[in-house]
């Protein structure tokens, strides 16, 4: 058999299946191995071996696909704060639900990042934020919280933990302080302003 009667035969190579998952896969793979910035449309169809103008029949555009992946990270999250949450209560239970987020943070560092963007949809935020906030507000006011302060002191804490996770994935406390005493400070100092206050 000829070289070129071989090729004729040569079984033709299988296109890539590509659906609405499969570009939120492939996007969710180059974000956690490069970053944010260096997802694009024209990438994430390089990756996928489709033209551009393929991914718009399976996403609207880049913001959806971001703003999925915010919501995903946030499921994923909470998802891992609930398991943590069972039998916990108070103080000790705000140190495992912190502790979640922080090693999520070092695990998925951009996945983390998005987290603290502005949502382009705040209701599927919220909805998707869910059981991470359930299980922050039963440990808060296991900690002896007034319900009114509730909300307030989920935000301090989550606002508090995002800066200390800025911090520790940029490597500043290997030059200063003690990460771990920074944390229980945090964890400490926002309990306590919210019961005395």
Partial sequence: MTASEQKSTAPAPRRRRVNHEAVIAA???MVDELGPDALTMTALASVL?????????HVKGLDEIKNELQLRAMRELGDLAKRAAMGRTGVDGLRVLARVFVDYAAKWPHRCRSLTRVPADTAAFSAASA???????V????AGVADERVLQTQLALFAAI????TLQLSGFF???????DVFEQILRGAVTAAVVG
Avoid at 49 to 57: A, D, K, M, Q, W
Avoid at 162 to 165: K, P, Q
């Fill in 49 to 57: 071996g489709v033209r551009v103008s393929s991914l718009y029949n």
């Fill in 139 to 142: 440990m808060i006011r296991t």
């Fill in 174 to 180: 290997t030059v200063f302080g003690n990460a771990d």
């Fill in 27 to 29: 996007a969710q793979q």
């Fill in 131 to 137: 059981e991470a906030g359930e299980a922050l507000a």
């Fill in 162 to 165: 995002s800066g200390f996770v």
